[in-house]
């Protein structure tokens, strides 16, 4: 009977570890073309066979002569940076969306609703309303750096506080967690407001892309930082997926297989963090993609995190992308703030998950 469980375990393990990879697959196919469709998608149509030209050209595959230089110019110089920029962005918040609810043991937990976000933001706020002077005298190595390294503190600040305040007698409690999110919120958001009084009409107009969330600045600059800071985050929180499949059997049952809760949690925290504030530097506040991305995966392949973490990457991508053709295009020749277009869709969801936990007793 032991020797006939064996085999039947290792082909039910093979056959979850190809649906998984399938999935993995297809996110990245799915990230693909929506990158594409982003790619062309605009004022100016650029078709996808001649993306792809102009990808083939930039690598040498394909003479300059076969593109349109209008088209090339509108590709390297606004659509590129743009859909680069939207993936980071995207794959940033799904990743530490899904590491939070991993951390917190709950799927309600996304960066927007506990304040992480907003707590970035108002770092990131203030150090355009108040801190010009500091942040010249960096010089033009460390400037682009300042609103990333700001939003990091704040982004950290409010995922402690929110840690704190929830964790009673080993155990997260989820309505306090919502409830120091939406304190938090408030708080951020009263300060912000007080900032968009004393501030300048200049940086008036910037507080007002912070607060609303756009990629509409993307330009070659203000990708690298975020790319270094999400790769960084990105790294370290997938090297944590075993660490959450072992946190999320409770505090206890870690400890007994060798995991070190308070190691995960601080881990998970800071990278988190990082990984939001790289999203909340160049993009604004933009919320539930960290809840919907995250939660989709798990519908689709379980809790394990080592394919929710990169599966949420990939669909966050590929969300927020598709998001931006959507707030680019849907009133032309104005453009929706992309918080709005992500909120439309992301507060039915939250609703729904909020009944779903209700029916399943979730507290």
């Known amino acids: 009977m032991t020797a006939g469980v064996i085999p039947a375990g290792l082909a039910l393990a093979r056959r979850r570890g190809r649906e998984r990879a399938l999935l993995l697959g297809l996110a990245g196919a799915l990230v693909l073309v929506v990158a594409i469709a982003g790619l062309g998608i605009g004022a100016l149509a650029i078709p996808p066979g001649e993306v792809l030209a102009i990808i083939g050209v930039k690598l040498g595959l394909i003479s300059p002569d076969a593109v349109d230089p209008l088209h090339a110019q509108v590709f390297y110089a606004i659509r590129a940076p743009r859909v680069l920029l939207g993936l980071v962005v995207g794959a940033s918040l ?72 929830a964790r009673h007698e080993g155990r997260v409690v989820v309505p306090v967690m919502l409830l120091a999110g939406v304190a938090l919120n408030a708080l951020a958001g009263a300060a912000i407001g007080w900032l968009t009084f004393i501030a300048t009409d200049e940086q008036l107009r910037s507080l007002t892309f912070w607060t609303l969330g756009s990629l509409g600045a993307a330009g070659w600059v203000a990708v690298l930082p975020a790319i270094v800071l999400a790769g960084v985050a990105a790294i370290a929180l997938l090297s944590q997926a075993r660490a959450l499949n072992l946190l999320a059997l409770g505090e206890g049952e870690a400890r007994h297989l060798g995991a070190d809760p308070v190691r995960i949690t601080r881990i998970v925290s800071a990278c988190a963090a990082i990984a939001v504030a790289a999203a909340v530097a160049s993009a604004g506040m933009i919320g539930f993609v960290g809840l919907v991305a995250p939660h989709l995966v798990r519908l689709l392949v379980g809790p394990d995190h080592r394919v929710v973490l990169p599966g949420a990457a990939l669909l966050g991508g590929a969300m927020l992308v598709a998001a931006d053709i959507v707030a680019r295009t849907a009133v032309v020749p104005a453009e929706l703030p992309l918080g709005v277009v992500t909120a439309l869709v992301g507060v039915p969801f939250f609703f729904w998950l909020l009944l779903r936990a209700k029916r399943g007793g979730i507290a």
Not at 99 to 127: C, E, K, T, Y
Not at 135 to 151: F, K, N, Y
């Open 94 to 165: 799904a990743l530490a969306g899904a590491a939070m609810q991993g951390m917190f043991r709950n799927p309600l937990a996304d960066p927007g609703l506990i304040g992480v976000s907003a707590g970035a933001a108002l770092a990131a706020a203030a150090v355009i309303v108040v801190g010009p002077p500091s942040v010249i005298a960096m010089g033009s190595l460390l400037r682009p750096w300042a609103l990333p390294i700001a939003a990091f503190g704040g982004g950290l600040a409010a995922t402690v506080i929110v840690y704190v305040l």
